[in-house]
Structures are given as structure tokens and as C-alpha cells.
């Protein structure tokens, strides 16, 4: 297994109770990330909010860092991220915000510390197009959405 040190900071001595991302077991992929908003909120059923996390990071060139949602919020309580996965780049350095939404029929409360999303750390390949008339045919041609059936 590779390891690669990323530089993170936190935004202010304020959030020094809130972890800092962290893999929950030796064969995890994704660190958990930590909610860090001032006070406790509550989500509404259909609702998204932006949630604060306390810290910054600074990923080295060549590589992303992917939001994604927790599967234990997404099936016990219908909390998903939004944009998933949301896509960290390189030259970012603000705080690393999660949008999450209330998928589900009830209020969902999110308080400082509790675990909202995960992290994972990919590296990145650049394209460049190359412009040509036509493209090599295969037997799938241009079939799409459901062109396989059931």
C-alpha cells in the first residue's frame, strides 16, 4: 500500500476538538470526515446545507481529493452528498466544505464531531483531445440508457 503525506490545516484553534480525517480501519480507502459547525443544525427532509469541516488541505499536484457519501448515513438515514463525489483539486486551499442533502422524510441533526462523508485521495490523469473524422466502430456502437434491456 502507497502512502502519500498531504499537508492539512486547521482553520482556527476553535475547531481543535473536531478530528481531523482518519480511516476507520487498516483496509479502508476513504478517511472519515468530521462535522465542525459552530452550533448544531438540523437538517429538514428535502434539505441541503454546506457543512463546515474546520480544516484546509493542501494536495500535491497530480492529485484529487473526492468527497463521497457514508453508506451508513446513506441507508439508515437518507443522507447523501450532493455532488458526489465532490472533487477537491489541487490548487484549492479554502475549508473543505461537504454539501449534504436529507434525502429522506424526517429531521436529520448533524452536531460538531459527528461523521458526515469520506475522503479519498486519487490521483489524477490529464487528456488531450485529438480531433478526427470518425471513431473505430465496435458492436455496442452508439447504444446507451437501457439499450441492453432489464
Same mark, same amino acid.
Given at each position: 500500500?502507497?502512502?502519500?503525506?498531504?499537508?492539512?490545516?486547521r482553520i482556527?484553534?476553535?475547531?481543535n476538538?473536531i478530528?481531523l480525517?482518519?480511516?476507520a480501519t487498516?483496509g479502508?480507502?476513504g478517511?472519515?470526515?468530521f462535522a465542525?459547525?459552530?452550533?448544531?443544525?438540523v437538517?429538514k427532509?428535502?434539505?441541503?446545507?454546506?457543512?463546515?469541516?474546520?480544516?484546509? /488541505?493542501?494536495?500535491p499536484p +497530480?492529485?484529487?481529493?473526492?468527497?463521497?457519501? %457514508?453508506?451508513?448515513?446513506?441507508?439508515n438515514?437518507s !443522507?447523501?452528498?450532493?455532488n458526489s463525489?465532490?472533487?477537491?483539486?489541487?490548487?484549492y486551499?479554502g475549508?473543505?466544505k461537504? /454539501?449534504?442533502?436529507?434525502? +429522506?422524510?424526517?429531521?436529520?441533526?448533524?452536531? %460538531?464531531?459527528?461523521?458526515i462523508?469520506?475522503?479519498? !485521495?486519487?490521483?489524477?490523469i490529464?487528456?488531450s483531445?485529438?480531433v478526427v473524422d470518425?471513431l473505430t466502430?465496435?458492436?455496442?456502437g452508439s447504444g446507451?440508457? +437501457?439499450?441492453?434491456?432489464k
Open positions: 500500500m502507497t502512502e502519500l503525506e498531504i499537508k492539512i490545516a482556527s484553534q476553535a475547531d476538538d478530528p480525517p482518519r480511516y487498516p479502508a480507502s478517511m472519515d470526515i465542525a459547525p459552530a452550533s448544531s443544525m437538517m427532509p428535502g434539505q441541503t446545507v454546506l457543512v463546515p469541516t474546520g480544516f484546509q /488541505i493542501e494536495l +497530480g492529485f484529487e481529493a473526492q468527497v463521497r457519501p %457514508r453508506s451508513g448515513l446513506a441507508i438515514h !443522507i447523501g452528498v450532493l463525489p465532490g472533487t477537491i483539486d489541487s490548487d486551499r475549508e473543505v461537504i /454539501i449534504l442533502t436529507n434525502f +429522506g422524510n424526517v429531521d436529520f441533526p448533524i452536531r %460538531r464531531g459527528d461523521r462523508a469520506q475522503l479519498v !485521495i486519487s490521483p489524477v490529464r487528456a483531445w485529438v470518425s466502430t465496435t458492436p455496442r446507451g440508457f +437501457g439499450h441492453t434491456g
